[in-house]
T-cell receptor
């Protein structure tokens, strides 16, 4: 089972809203990632959690707030977003980071900020 | 500055022939390389990877070749099938993060179109 699930599939929010994106994996992976992908661009890394601890934050604005409640779940809390934040948000996971580098991606959440 | 480059935005290949997708990198710290396939409205799907200690890795119809001195890798698909039509991303990472997880750096992708 190499499935990473993400909810919701689509999200439309206003600039004053607060919403959350959810990601889940049951493969026993110990690293989880958030990427942002704009149209016709490659995915860009936002955050990395390794053993449930935030290990990388790629200078992401504070209106994006990640959370890793346990080893299977990863959330991305959104607040006061801008229209330019509209994008596909991808979650990924990988095994023990010292053993494997393959990352498995979920289907993404298509976010539109109005 | 792009650290992973895929210079062909698109490639058209006839069904049954070989598809060759190319990728170049500039960061000498990269030592692990991956290829992903992406259909519209889906997340990237892992295809095949290669460590810098190897120069070739094969999995069924997919073979990845790595030329470290040229900082170049390529993905060969033989024979090409209609279901292979998708965007292919080359990605790279470094194992030198002290055993911690590291993100992937992606190229811009190549849209492969398999003609019947």
């Amino acid at each position: 089972d190499t499935e990473v699930t993400q909810t919701p599939k689509h999200l439309v929010m206003g600039m004053t809203n607060k919403k959350s994106l959810k990601c889940e994996q049951h493969m026993g992976h110990r690293a989880m990632y958030w990427y942002k992908q704009k149209a016709k661009k490659p995915p860009e890394l936002m955050f990395v959690y390794s053993y449930e601890k935030l290990s990388i934050n790629e200078s992401v604005p504070s209106r994006f707030s990640p959370e890793c409640p346990n080893s299977s779940l990863l959330n991305l809390h959104l607040h006061a977003l801008q229209p330019e934040d509209s994008a596909l948000y991808l979650c990924a996971s990988s095994q023990d980071p010292s053993l494997s580098y393959e990352q498995y991606f979920g289907p993404g959440t298509r976010l539109t900020v109005t | 500055d792009q650290q992973v480059k895929q210079n062909s935005p698109s490639l058209s290949v006839q069904e049954g022939r070989i598809s060759i997708l190319n990728c170049d990198y500039t960061n000498s710290m990269f030592d692990y390389f991956l290829w992903y396939k992406k259909y519209p409205a889906e997340g990237p799907t892992f295809l095949i990877s290669i460590s810098s200690i190897k120069d070739k890795n094969e999995d069924g119809r997919f073979t990845v070749f790595l030329n470290k001195s040229a900082k170049h890798l390529s993905l060969h698909i033989v024979p090409s099938q209609p279901g292979d039509s998708a965007v292919y991303f080359c990605a790279a990472t470094s194992s030198s993060s002290g055993g911690g997880a590291d993100g992937l750096t992606f190229g811009k992708g190549t849209h492969l179109i398999i003609q019947p």
